[in-house]
């Protein structure tokens, strides 16, 4: 356990909506990462942040937007929710002395 | 981006070992990494490997690495039903960010 929590665990929306998930980190760590989990494509990094305010884009990134005010909050946001974004959403913190990647619980989520 | 690949599906018997494979493409890959996942769950880191190493060994878990070959194997010596699980292999790329790239995972089946 790295000290990752992920809101909601699991979430429901229509086509259209916007969706914001948090991760939550508690050790200060500068690196964090948002993947998304489909059958058959394993994981693929969507977006990731490198410190406060400085974020880039990963190999998935169309439709989603991060932001990250405070070293321990990465928010990831769909503007416009559409049905190809059903998928588990996880977080990742990269930490330890070898620079390795810790995740979190995952977030589920299905839209409509 | 780098292509990393596994076999979707191994089943062994309980108690036999196992033995789970994954190619990557990107030679100058530095750590690469095995993660599990429980149903439901997040990864969990289980092991690494350096690439200046041709082989670790952790309690029932051995990795080998063949640099040349650009092959990477998971062995799981006496194997047991809470090992079923899906196992992911993932190389780190050379940017500042340190990216993972993940295989599409093979789940393991353990028939008691």
């Known amino acids: 356990d790295a000290g990752i929590t992920q809101s909601p665990r699991h979430k429901v929306t229509e086509t259209g909506t916007p969706v914001t998930l948090r991760c939550h980190q508690t050790e200060n760590h500068r690196y964090m990462y948002w993947y998304r989990q489909d059958p058959g494509h394993g994981l693929r990094l969507i977006h990731y942040s490198y410190g406060v305010k400085d974020t880039d884009k990963g190999e998935v990134s169309d439709g989603y937007s991060v932001s990250r005010s405070k070293t321990e909050d990465f928010l990831l946001t769909l503007e416009s929710a559409t049905s190809s974004q059903t998928s588990v959403y996880f977080c990742?913190?990269?930490?330890?002395?070898?620079?390795?990647?810790?995740f979190g619980p995952g977030t589920r989520l299905t839209v409509l | 981006g780098e292509d990393v690949e596994q076999s979707l599906f191994l089943s062994v018997r309980e108690g036999d070992s196992s033995v789970i494979n994954c190619t990557y493409t990107?030679?100058?890959?530095?750590?690469l990494y095995w993660y599990k996942q429980e149903p439901g769950a997040g990864l969990q880191l289980l092991t690494y490997?350096?690439?200046?190493?041709d082989m670790k060994q952790d309690q029932r878990l051995t990795v080998l690495l063949n640099k040349k070959d650009k092959h990477l194997s998971l062995r799981i010596a006496d194997t047991q039903t809470g090992d079923s699980a899906i196992y992911f292999c993932a190389e780190r790329d050379q940017t500042g960010a340190n990216n993972l790239f993940f295989g599409t995972g093979t789940r393991l089946t353990v028939i008691p």
């Open positions: 490997i350096f690439s200046n190493m």
């Open positions: 990107d030679s100058s890959s530095t750590y």
């Open positions: 990742a913190i990269m930490g330890g002395g070898t620079d390795t990647q810790y």
